[in-house]
């Protein structure tokens, strides 16, 4: 069985904006490679408050955009290889919203990156109001994509999901990933499975990667927004990194 030892938290136990020594913020409204058109902004669709950081997506036009959220990344503040992490958070119910905490890796970014899917990218938690029950994780590779139909993916139905706090948590190792809701494991993906390419191109998960939170609005998968169920908030409660002891 894996032990666990927490070596960086953030447990939003202060008041104002996130801690800049752990969150910065993807900003724009470049449309995210899934045809969203909300604008993620520097900061100012999040607050930490009463022990939670709490995102929330409006309706409102800023640049031609017609929604307003956040997008926070530890890009060149904290990032992993391999390990467990952990979220705590409660899901929005407004109609077209979008929430995810995932992670794409170090090398999509800088002077030479790496283009997706080739880079890779690990989904820990999807939701969108469509499946309102339904929690998706998925691995995106060059060999297993959803732009080809390949892509390695799960999804578990949860009643009342967006009703609680739920923690979305994964076990990263060389060998395999695992997913977990609220302890209980309910999907892993082993790397070395008969039938899938257990190379780069179908495993590119042995190198560091950091951590996404946001709230996307509508595009090809959030769908349609009901512009009346907003402003939506995606609280959260905790993050937490660990190492694991594999015993």
Same mark, same amino acid.
């Not at 929005?92 to 992670?103: F, H, Q």
């Not at 996404?212 to 349609?224: H, K, P, Q, T, V």
């Given at each position: ?8 938290? $953030? ?11 752990? *969150? ?34 409006? @309706? ?5 955009? %017609? ?24 899901? %929005? ?8 905490? *995932? ?10 990156? !790496? ?6 990218? @690990? ?34 139905? !949860? ?43 179908? *495993?590119?998960? $042995? ?9 996307? !609005? ?25 190492? @694991? !002891?594999?015993?």
């Amino acid at each position: 069985m894996n032990k666990y030892h927490l070596v960086w938290a $953030d447990e939003f136990n202060y008041s104002g904006k996130p801690d800049p020594s752990k *969150w910065n913020y993807d900003t724009g409204n470049k449309h995210w490679g899934n045809n969203e058109v909300q604008y993620y902004t520097d900061g100012a669709n999040v607050q930490v408050n009463q022990g939670m950081m709490i995102i929330q997506g409006r @309706i409102e036009t800023l640049e031609d955009s %017609p929604y307003t959220s956040c997008r926070l990344t530890t890009y060149q503040r904290k990032h992993f290889q391999y390990g467990r992490i952990a979220v705590k958070a409660k899901l %929005p119910s407004a109609k077209g919203s979008w929430p995810a905490i *995932w992670m794409l890796p170090v090398d999509k970014r800088g002077a030479n990156p !790496i283009p997706w899917p080739k880079c890779g990218e @690990i989904d820990i938690m999807e939701h969108v109001t469509s499946m309102m029950d339904t929690i998706h994780v998925s691995l995106h590779t060059e060999k297993y994509n959803h732009i080809i139909r390949t892509q390695r993916t799960f999804f578990e139905k !949860i009643a009342g999901v967006t009703q609680s706090f739920h923690e979305y948590a994964m076990d990263w190792m060389e060998d395999y990933i695992e997913f977990f809701i609220d302890g209980k494991s309910f999907h892993r993906f082993d790397r070395h499975v008969l039938g899938f390419d257990d190379s780069e191109a179908g *495993w590119p998960f $042995d190198k560091p990667y950091y951590l996404i939170i946001n709230l996307a !609005i509508g595009g090809s998968w959030g769908g349609e927004v009901k512009v009346d169920e907003y402003p939506c908030d995606f609280p959260i409660e905790y993050v937490r990194y660990y190492e @694991i !002891i594999d015993e």
